[in-house]
């Protein structure tokens, strides 16, 4: 079994394991905030990237059966002969709450997968309403006001985003504004 993944074995897995068009997305966005993060906070970029590209690695062979969300994550990267203990916990931890789980985040990196994760959703949310549908322009404040409607974009879980704010030693603004950064950086792939 192998102690780690480079990312071209990550690229080939999740090519391989994701076709859904917003999936690909929301994992692309995902990474990419988490090299952000990580670069911020001064924890591996690489690696945590990876575990923002694969935490929903399952997605789409689950179809719709969410209660073993993350767990199938864990057992196709075991069946593609990895056993990377810290990734693993990561992708069990971001489904803390969900039907069917009963992880719950404990360091760093599993707190900031899930809010990193989430903060996705609530960016795109905002930038589909806007009339041009593109992330350039999009401003921190706009955004946190959107936070902070919880009617907007409903199933994302703040309370997770929060939490990885502060466990990136960070403010919430700052959280944001770097995640918006982040997404632009691969506005033409993901289509904002």
């Known amino acids: ?27 692309r ?18 690696f945590w990237g990876i575990c923002g590209l694969l935490h929903d690695l399952d997605l789409d062979a689950l179809n719709g059966d969410l209660e ?4 199938r994550t864990v057992e196709i990267l075991k069946e593609n002969g990895y056993d990377i203990p810290e990734m693993f916990s990561a992708i069990l931890a971001h489904v803390e709450g969900m039907e069917g789980s009963d992880f719950r985040r404990k360091n760093d990196l599993e707190y900031i997968l899930a809010g990193a994760e989430n903060i996705t959703g609530l960016i795109s949310a905002y930038v589909i309403l806007r009339p041009d549908k593109k992330i350039e322009g999009v401003k921190v404040k706009s955004v946190l006001k959107k936070f902070k409607s919880p009617a907007f974009a409903a199933k994302v879980n703040r309370d997770f985003i929060r939490d990885a704010a502060e466990h990136a030693g960070m403010e919430l603004r700052e959280f944001i504004g770097i995640s918006i950064d982040a997404m632009r950086s691969i506005s033409d792939e993901i289509g904002m």
């Open 29 to 46: 966005e995902t990474e990419v905030i988490m090299r952000a993060l990580a670069k911020a906070t001064g924890a591996d970029e690489e």
């Open 1 to 27: 079994m192998k102690k780690m993944i480079t990312y071209p074995e990550a690229r080939e897995l999740f090519d391989k394991y994701l076709q859904t068009d917003y999936l690909r997305k929301h994992s």
């Open 68 to 71: 073993r969300h993350g767990r």
